[in-house]
């Protein structure tokens, strides 16, 4: 039983349609009736979670201010502050194609699903104050990335965004999703549901730069249908604890799902990532490339699934996640996994956990490259197979330049040379 004020009667109060008041409340009660996830399950092993106390954090009850970094080219843009929104610009060409970015509504109650994925899901059904709307008509291209914006400053506040993402029929659209924070001890858990029709087009990317006391626990369900294609992403780079799990659920017949992320811990952060390709179609392809870095005392943990249904005959599907260990302190968990139930497909999975390459260092330094340069030089092209993939370009710039200073910040405590990862 949790006993925090993360109650049925607090989740009731929430502004909002009948709909959704009556899904919060429910929502809530199976809150009240759980337990807290423990490192003793398998889901959850290799983390901190024993270390989260819900009764430290209050509900954020107002919006505060505004993130101060700069939005790039975009067609629309909603902007959250503390989980409230503060407003929403669409574009009058995007507006005339039909496009609607905007809360959930009295007639929308068909569109947000079930994602009981776990306790911090629920919590999200219950305490997301203002779920957030991107819908696509079917057959219509969106030129330009729609941009959703998160801004947290309440230091011990609890928010719970929610997004969802309807891509019509032959539809096509690109979401960027930027989480930060003002240097706050604060709790958030998002919510990402993403639904590609019949032959569209989606290409997600979250950036996650949350300051070095918050705690965010998210997750992103997909389904995608037939002939649809999803590139999904991310790139996560800060928090004290950041968790995402991804439910990718290949529905349709010939559906393909790309999962692309990078991440780069440092100090004392936990960067964690829980990925499952569902394949249930016939003819369905996924693939997954997580590439990340571990400095100082920081801690990494991939661990992934590709699951092939009895039905999915014909399934292509891959996973490979690598590391760079840059600190002997630092520390990285690589697990990926399979579970086949249907003889005519193609399955691999790779991982590896290792310091920098000897060779390549050894390369550059003979060639008259000073050791730290050469070092930061081979962390910077890691993550450029990463950066050339991810789907909404108009954001690479700025997380290329906040992956540099971090890698600018190299510790020098390094982990022995050995084989590459």
Known sequence: MIETQFTPDAAGSIPGPDWLARRRVAAAEQVAASAMPSAEEEVWRYTPIGQLDLSRYQMAHEGG???PASIPEHSAIA????GRLLGV????E???????VRPLGEGDAELAASVDVDLFALMNAAFSVEPLLVRVPPGVNVEGPIVVRHWLDADGGAVFPRLIVDAGADSSIEVLELYGSADVASFIS???EIRVAAAARVGYLAVQDLGPKVWHIGSQVSHIGAQAHLRSSSAALGGEYARTRLDTHLSGRGATGDLISLYFGDGEQTLDFRTFQDHAAPDTTSSLLFKGAVDDASRSVYTGLIRVRPDARGTNAYQTNRNIKLSEDAWAESVPNLEIENNEVHCSHASAVGPIDSDQLFY?????VPTETAERLIVTGFFDEVLDRFPVPEAVPAVRERLQAKIAGLSHHHAKS???A
């Open 65 to 67: 201010g505004t993130s």
């Open 79 to 82: 902007e959250t502050s503390n």
């Open 89 to 92: 610009e669409v574009s009058a």
């Open 94 to 100: 995007v507006a005339d194609q039909g496009v609607e």
């Open 190 to 192: 998002p919510v990402i």
């Open 364 to 368: 550059l330094e003979s060639r008259g």
């Open 418 to 420: 050995g084989d590459a």
